[in-house]
């Protein structure tokens, strides 16, 4: 069964340094998007993705984050400059349809900034 | 504006027993509905959806959830727990048909 892929898994780093973490999202999905989970806090929304553009953002995904599709395959999320509360697990999802049919996750990365 | 509560941040139950994850939501409309899992090391997998028709809807791994309007619940239900069961659920709803609120959780714990 086709499945998202988020690499690393476990990802630290030094406040003020800039992350990328990876997705791979299913083969023939065109809707990409970016979700976090603070511990202990609500999964949430920060970036959906479209068509090589961003299709809506939450007022989280500021001017330090950022999203690529680089290629045909992978969907990258950017931090410029981490910051101490950007420590969070960072899930990947896809669809192959727009609007809210089932989105597919990946196994998420957890960032620790320390 | 659109959310979900999920009372119940941690439930234990025995194996064998039945379950029942409770779960409301605000919103105007008829909403869908979700359920997801996560266990321990993985991602979150899609349990079951709700999206119209039968108010009573059956997901994967023995789970049923069923709609209820008047009461603003999307109860999730097992009748037989496995201890494969535990891992954390959460419930939610669709917004602006882009992204999903999600509730907080509930860590299912099962004794043997």
């Known amino acids: 069964e086709p499945e998202v892929t988020q690499t690393p898994s476990h990802q630290v780093t030094q406040m003020g340094q800039e992350v990328i973490l990876r997705c791979v999202p299913i083969?023939?999905?065109?809707?990409f998007y970016w979700y976090r989970q603070i511990l202990g806090q609500k999964v949430e929304f920060l970036v959906s993705?479209?068509?090589?553009?961003?299709?809506?953002k939450s007022e989280i995904f500021d001017d330090q984050f950022s999203v690529e599709r680089p290629d045909g395959s992978n969907f990258t999320l950017k931090i410029r400059s981490t910051k101490l509360e950007d420590s969070a697990m960072y899930f990947c999802?896809?669809?192959?349809?727009?609007?809210?049919?089932?989105?597919?996750f990946g196994p998420g990365t957890r960032l620790t900034v320390t | 504006a659109q959310s979900v509560t999920q009372p119940d941040i941690h439930i234990t139950v025995s194996e064998g027993a039945s379950l029942e994850l409770r779960c409301n939501y605000s919103?105007?409309?008829?909403?869908?509905l979700f359920w997801y899992v996560q266990s321990p090391g993985q991602g979150l997998q899609l349990l079951l959806k709700y999206f119209s028709g039968d108010t009573l809807v059956q997901g994967i791994k023995g789970f049923e959830a069923e709609f209820k309007r008047s009461q603003s619940s999307f109860n999730l239900r097992k009748p037989s727990v496995h201890w494969s069961d535990a891992a954390e659920y959460f419930c939610a709803v669709p917004y602006n048909n882009r992204k999903l609120i999600w509730g907080l959780g509930t860590s299912l714990a099962v004794n043997p």
């Open positions: 919103y105007g409309a008829t909403p869908y």
């Open positions: 083969s023939n999905h065109l809707y």
């Open positions: 999802a896809s669809s192959d349809r727009g609007g809210i049919y089932e989105q597919y």
């Open positions: 993705f479209y068509n090589n553009e961003i299709s809506e």
